[in-house]
């Protein structure tokens, strides 16, 4: 017994050392809540920074199983790019779980990527669970419009200068380099959905006000009567009802979401649902952060036509 | 103010990087152009907005006037509004708000000045059962003493938040209808109590004060945490009713390895009803928890656990236990739940116990002598729940089946149970589940109350959670 003990202590102690030795000489880890924190961290950090997100793209970031490979990966992180807004509250679970005090909550490596974000739909009233999974401090799915990236990216590069201030300028090109790119992108965004200016959709899940105030679009509707609760018939009748008079030609749904339901409210209607990425890696095609939106863009635009 | 904040964000987009290189400054001013766009876009909203609200203002403005409050209560109230106003210049206080009721979770919820500095969570469990008679008489169902009952199991008050930089606290007060003595009784108790040291080298965390053992599967977990309604008996026979609460410390480490791997190492009064009763630091109850995890593609992922315990029992004889852990969960691409989850659990017990000497003539003096014997048992549950639906209503119904066996600790003889069940749950926040669970005991004896006794037991459980507040998420 003692001498399995005694393996067992010697085989810790070693994976331990091999592990710390790795670590020095290695890229600035990093790890992100979402993939598009991750995509974008990625842009900024560009070689020198090693970057793993949590959730997976098609996976809805609300509501993620904390499993102890989350931990695993945090435990070794020397940043951490949350979301923030309560998008990504399970990741506090994660942190404490994960034995790092280099990324708890106030640590120089913790990056809250919401801060000095505009916030869209902030409560101005009393809220409660009655309106379902509301999230108090505003909507928080800013990273869907690209408008609001030379925010994000300060916030990850202020940041990565904390954990690796020597790397500075380099971040700082990185940026601007993306930055400069996102510009040509957004004037070709711009321009696909401008003829679609004013247009009404409805969304299965309350995720889009960013991209579609950016783009002039609206959303008149919602497939979910209250954030995280499934519909009730009541309120799809009374969907369906709105969005024939009002001409709705465009539902967007999201890869986690119940895509059934949404064809089945576009063929009541003779809307079009069209499934949307709503991260990076969500869908085919939207591998990167300029993809995604590239290919959102593509496929609202195509679907207004 | 939010103009304010964008303005200065405007500011800062023009100053920060501004007399860098000349090559930056096309690209700054894109950038420019796109927070002004930005700002533009925004301060439209906040412009219909406002309008929006002035209208609804005319609108409330034309309306006749509310009836007047209580004569009494205007100068009481006016007067504290004053008070606070002269305490904190420049916020004016409306006495409505004052007066609205306030639940924790609106506490919790609001973040502005005067925030919570900690979170309140309540968790409501209630439980019932229906069973036969005799069962109902002897004393010898899931709840004992509570037979063809629906009561609380558990109501805890839940604060908990960060101390100071270095550590985050955690008290839970618990109220539950008990039986003790042939009595039943609503009794409140401080369930837990323990600081947690976040920032301590080498990956490790140090927890001190009245916290459940990290000693397997279930036995830390609140009992609304389960995955049934009830505890498998093997829990139940070998660590008691009550979730397995100690005092003392326990040191917790995670490996910096790309597979997580956790230690724990604890050292406890030993206050346990069941198995480490000697409630002595000076012959502590030592526990150790190994836990490792591994994705199995991506959609799969299992974890392994294995256990210790050595301490004293409340005789002062060293007992020993071992356990061994599994779980698996299966979770679809897109899917928001597991569709298959598969438990289970052993535990093995080396126990000294007390045998006092027979007369094994009859002639009125002990033959034997007293001694000290061990008592090896063990017993072991598996489990499996299926959440077969992926969205809408039907996915919040979940069905499931739990197998359990043990021998009792001390005694001689065993026993088993299983049973069905389905769970419905509205939202995060709400959850009902309905079961059936058949038991069946190699004996009577020790299942005798009242003139009674109950060998084979069937019940019909019910159960009712909800929870107010904030509400962590459980980890996997």
């Known amino acids: 017994m003692r001498i399995l003990a005694g393996l067992l202590s010697t085989s810790l102690l070693a994976l331990g050392l091999w592990a710390a030795g790795g670590e020095a000489a290695a890229k600035i880890r990093v790890v992100t809540t979402t993939t598009d924190l991750k995509a974008l961290t990625e842009a900024v950090g560009g070689d020198l920074i090693e970057v793993d997100a949590l959730a997976r793209g098609s996976q809805n970031a ?3 199983e904390v499993r ?11 940043l951490l790019v949350t979301n923030g807004l309560d998008l990504d509250q399970w990741a506090e679970i994660v942190v404490r779980g994960a034995n790092n005090p280099n990324v708890l909550f106030g640590a120089p490596g913790r990056v809250d990527a919401s801060a000095g974000i505009m916030v869209l739909e902030v409560p101005n009233t009393r809220v409660d669970r009655s309106m379902g999974d509301v999230h108090p401090f505003g909507n928080p799915h800013y990273t869907a419009d690209p408008g609001m990236a030379p925010v994000v990216t300060t916030n990850i590069l202020e940041g990565l200068v904390r954990v690796a201030p020597q790397h500075r300028a380099a971040f700082e090109r990185n940026r601007q380099e993306f930055l400069a790119r996102l510009a040509q992108a957004m004037t070709r965004w711009s321009a696909a959905l401008a003829p679609f200016k004013g247009a009404k959709v409805v969304v299965d899940h309350n995720m889009w006000p960013y991209f579609l105030t950016r783009f002039g679009l609206v959303q008149v509707g919602t497939i979910e009567e209250r954030p995280g609760i499934p519909a009730t018939p009541g309120h799809l009748a009374k969907l369906v009802a709105s969005m024939k008079e009002n001409k709705i030609r465009v539902i967007l749904a999201v890869p986690w979401g119940d895509y059934k339901l949404s064809e089945w409210v576009a063929q009541e209607t003779g809307a079009k649902a069209v499934l949307v990425a709503s991260a990076v890696g969500a869908v085919k095609g939207a591998d990167s952060y300029l993809d995604t939106i590239d290919y959102n863009v593509r496929t609202v635009a195509q679907a207004l036509k | 103010m939010r103009a304010l904040v964008g303005i200065c964000l405007l500011a800062i987009g023009a100053l920060v990087p501004g007399a860098a290189a000349a090559q930056e400054t096309e690209a700054l001013r894109k950038e420019l152009e796109q927070m002004r766009k930005q700002f533009e876009t925004m301060k439209d909203g906040y412009e219909k ?3 929006q609200l002035s209208d609804r203002l005319k609108t409330l403005e034309s309306r006749p006037a509310a009836p007047a409050a209580a004569p009494a209560a205007v100068p009481a109230t006016a007067s504290r509004e004053q008070t606070l106003s002269q305490a904190q210049p420049g916020i004016t206080i409306n006495p409505m708000e004052l007066a609205r009721p306030r639940e924790p979770y609106a506490l919790f919820e609001r973040r502005g000045p005067g925030q919570l500095l900690f979170d309140i969570g309540i968790v409501s469990d209630f439980v019932g059962n229906f069973t036969q008679r005799n069962v109902d008489k002897a004393n010898a169902g899931t709840f004992p003493g509570r037979e063809n009952r629906f009561f609380p199991r558990e109501v805890e008050v839940n604060l908990f938040g960060r101390i100071d930089p270095w550590a985050e606290g955690v008290v839970r007060f618990e109220f ?15 369930a837990e109590a323990y600081l947690t040291l976040l920032t301590l080298p080498f990956g490790t965390q140090l927890r001190l004060g009245q916290m459940p053992v990290r000693f397997g599967l279930l036995s830390h977990l609140h009992r609304e945490a389960l995955p049934q309604i009830d505890p498998p008996n093997v829990l139940t026979r070998f660590l008691g009713e009550e979730q397995f609460r100690e005092t003392g410390v326990e040191l917790a480490w995670v490996a910096p390895l790309p597979v997580f791997l956790e230690g724990i190492v604890g050292v406890f009064n ?3 009803e069941t198995s480490f009763g000697r409630g002595k630091l000076s012959r502590p109850l030592v526990t150790g928890h190994l836990r490792t995890f591994f994705e199995l593609g991506d959609f799969g992922a299992i974890q392994l656990g294995a256990s210790v315990a050595n301490g004293d029992t409340e005789e002062r004889k060293r007992n020993t236990l071992l ?8 979770k679809p691409e897109g899917w928001q739940h597991s569709l298959l989850t598969l438990l289970g659990e052993a535990i093995f017990q080396n126990r000294r116990v007390n045998v006092l000497g027979e007369d094994t003539d009859g002639d009125g003096v002990q033959d034997t002598p007293d001694e000290t014997r061990i008592r090896e048992r063990w017993g072991w549950y598996v489990g499996a729940e299926l959440q077969p639906f992926r969205s809408g209503w039907l ?7 739990r197998y359990d066996w043990t021998e009792f600790p001390t005694q001689r003889g065993h026993e088993w149970s299983a049973g069905p069940y389905l769970a419905f749950s509205p939202s995060e926040f709400l959850r ?6 058949h038991t069946e005991r190699d004996k009577r004896d020790g299942f005798t109350d009242n003139e009674s006794s109950a060998r084979k037991v069937d019940e019909i459980l019910f159960q009712a959670t909800f929870f107010l507040g904030a509400h962590p998420a459980h980890p996997f």
């Open chain 2, 49 to 51: 907005a406002i309008n």
């Open chain 2, 395 to 401: 996915s919040r119904l979940a069905g499931g089946f």
């Open chain 2, 323 to 330: 356990g061994f852990d599994a779980k698996y969960r299966y």
């Open chain 1, 62 to 64: 609300h509501d993620l």
């Open chain 2, 270 to 272: 030993g206050d346990n």
């Open chain 2, 432 to 437: 009902f589940r309905l079961g059936y669970k």
């Open chain 2, 176 to 190: 539950a209808e008990e039986f003790e003595d042939g009595q039943r009784a609503t009794e409140a108790a401080l």
């Open chain 1, 68 to 78: 102890p490979s989350l931990m695993a990966k945090v435990r070794r992180a020397d």
